[in-house]
C-alpha cells in the first residue's frame, strides 16, 4: 500500500541523482564506442552491426552504444524542462539557451576536433553541434509550451526521411545545407565531415523536453508513466520495423538462422536517426532508467560524477582516448604519424574508400577483449578528473561553469 508520501513531489536533489546517474550510464557506454574506434582491430575496415559479417559480442558492443546519443539529446530536454518550470518560458531562459548552445557548437568545431586529430586541421561535427543548434532552436520553441513542442518533436522524428528527399541530390550550396541539417556527409575539400545534422536531433531534445514533466511525478507514478511509454515505443518500433518501410531506410531482411534475423532487424540507421532507431532506443532507454535506483552504491557513485560533468567528462575522455593511443602505439614501435591524423582517415576509408590506410596496413587494433580492457583503463584515467571538476562545480557558484 503507499504512504502518504508517494502523492507528494520528491525531493530536488534525489530526482536530479536520477537523472545524472542515468546520464552517467550512457557517458560510460559511449566511451566504449570511442575506443573501440581508436583500439578495435578491424574498426576502420568493417561495420560491427552488419549481419553476416559480425560477431555477436562484437555487434553487442556495438549496438549498446546506440542508446548514447537519443538519451544524452532527450535528457537535454528534460533539463530544459526542469528550468522552464521554475518559472515558464522567460528571456533570461532563451539567453542561456541560445548563448550555451553557441559554446557548444565552438567547442565541437575547435576543441573536440583538435582532441580527435592532432594533425591538420579537421572538422569532425558531431553530438555538441546537434546538440548546441538544438538548444538554440529550443531558445525560440520554449515560448509555444511543452505540449506542442512535444508535437514537434514527435513530427521531426517521424517526418525526418521526408525531409531528406528533395535535398537528396541538392547541388552546391543546397548540399552544403542538406549536410548540417538533415543527411551526413563530408564537407568540401576534404576539410571534416558532419556526423550529427541537427534537425532529427532536435525533435529528440523535443521529446525530452514535453515529456520532462514525467520526472517530477510521485516514484509509482513516474514509474507507471515510464514504463508504458519505454513499452509503448518499442511495440510502435516492432510493427514498423516490421513493415519493413517507412521507418528505416535499411531494409532488413530474412537469413538462414534467428540470430542473424534479429541481427538485421535490429540494425537501424543512426546517421541520420530514422524514427525506427529513435523509437528502440529510447525505448529500450526509458525501461533501464527503471533500474537505475538499485543499482549499488559503488556503480552509481561514479556514473553520477559522469553524468554530474557531461561535457567536461566528454571532452576529457577524447584527450585521454586519444593521448592514450599514441602513448601504448609509440610503445608497441607503431609510427607517430599513424595515429596524428586518425580521424581524418577513418573519414576517408568511410566515404572515399580506395587502398586501405597505413594504419589498417601495419596491423594497428586489439581483439575485442583487448578492446575492453582500454575502456575501464581509459574510464578508470578519466574518472578522477570528472570527480575533482565535480568538487569544484559543487563548491563555487561562478556564472561560467554553467557553460561546463
Known amino acids: 500500500m503507499s504512504s502518504s ?6 525531493p530536488r536533489r534525489m530526482r536530479l541523482n536520477f537523472l545524472d546517474t542515468w546520464r552517467g550510464l550512457v557517458i560510460f557506454l559511449m566511451m566504449l564506442d570511442h575506443v573501440r574506434d581508436f583500439f578495435n582491430r578491424g574498426a576502420l575496415t568493417s561495420t560491427p552491426t552488419e549481419a553476416g559479417h559480425t560477431t555477436v559480442l562484437l555487434y553487442l558492443t556495438r549496438w549498446i552504444t546506440h542508446l548514447c546519443a537519443p538519451t544524452f539529446l532527450f535528457l537535454a530536454g528534460v533539463g530544459i524542462r526542469l528550468q522552464y518550470e521554475k518559472a515558464g518560458p522567460s528571456r533570461g531562459l532563451s539567453q542561456f539557451l541560445a548563448t550555451r548552445g553557441a559554446w557548444l ?15 591538420r586541421p579537421f572538422f569532425f561535427v558531431q553530438v555538441l553541434y546537434a546538440t548546441g543548434l538544438s538548444m538554440i532552436a529550443m531558445a525560440a520553441l520554449v515560448w509555444i509550451g511543452p505540449r506542442l513542442v512535444l508535437v514537434v518533436g514527435g513530427a521531426i522524428v517521424l517526418l525526418a526521411p521526408v525531409a531528406i528527399l528533395p ?7 543546397l ?6 541539417t538533415v543527411l551526413p556527409g563530408p564537407l568540401p575539400g576534404g576539410m571534416g565531415i558532419v556526423l550529427y545534422p541537427f534537425v532529427p536531433w532536435l525533435g529528440v531534445m523535443c521529446l525530452g523536453f514535453g515529456y520532462g514533466h514525467v520526472f517530477r511525478l510521485p516514484a509509482s507514478v513516474r514509474a507507471r508513466t515510464i514504463a508504458w511509454t519505454g513499452a509503448g515505443s518499442l511495440v510502435i518500433f516492432a510493427v514498423l520495423r516490421g513493415l519493413n518501410g517507412y521507418g528505416d531506410l535499411s531494409p532488413w531482411k530474412t537469413w538462414p538462422d534467428a540470430t ?3 541481427e538485421s532487424f535490429l540494425n537501424v540507421t543512426k546517421y541520420p536517426p530514422s524514427p525506427d532507431y529513435v523509437l528502440v532506443t529510447l525505448g529500450i532507454s526509458l525501461l533501464i532508467f527503471l533500474v537505475i535506483d538499485r543499482l549499488p552504491e559503488m556503480v552509481s557513485r561514479p556514473l553520477t560524477t559522469f553524468g554530474r560533468t557531461p561535457l567536461f567528462t566528454y571532452i576529457a575522455h577524447f ?3 586519444h593521448c592514450l593511443q599514441i602513448a601504448v602505439g609509440l610503445s608497441l614501435g607503431y609510427p607517430l604519424r599513424i595515429f596524428q591524423n586518425y580521424v581524418a582517415t577513418a573519414v576517408g576509408v568511410m566515404f ?7 594504419v589498417v596496413r601495419l596491423g ?9 580492457l582500454v575502456w575501464l583503463t581509459v574510464v578508470a584515467l578519466v574518472y578522477p578528473l570528472s570527480r575533482w571538476f565535480e568538487r569544484v562545480k559543487q563548491s563555487r557558484q561562478d556564472w561560467w561553469l554553467r557553460y561546463l
Open 5 to 10: 508520501n508517494d502523492v507528494l513531489m520528491e
Open 260 to 262: 542473424r534475423d534479429i
Open 364 to 372: 594497428w587494433g586489439f581483439p575485442l577483449w583487448g578492446t575492453y
Open 175 to 180: 548540399a552544403l545545407l542538406r549536410t548540417f
Open 319 to 321: 584527450l585521454v582516448l
Open 105 to 119: 557548437m565552438f567547442l565541437d568545431f575547435t576543441v573536440v576536433s583538435m582532441a580527435l586529430n592532432f594533425g
Open 352 to 358: 572515399a574508400g580506395g587502398s586501405l590506410p597505413e
Open 167 to 173: 535535398l537528396l541530390h541538392a547541388p552546391g550550396a
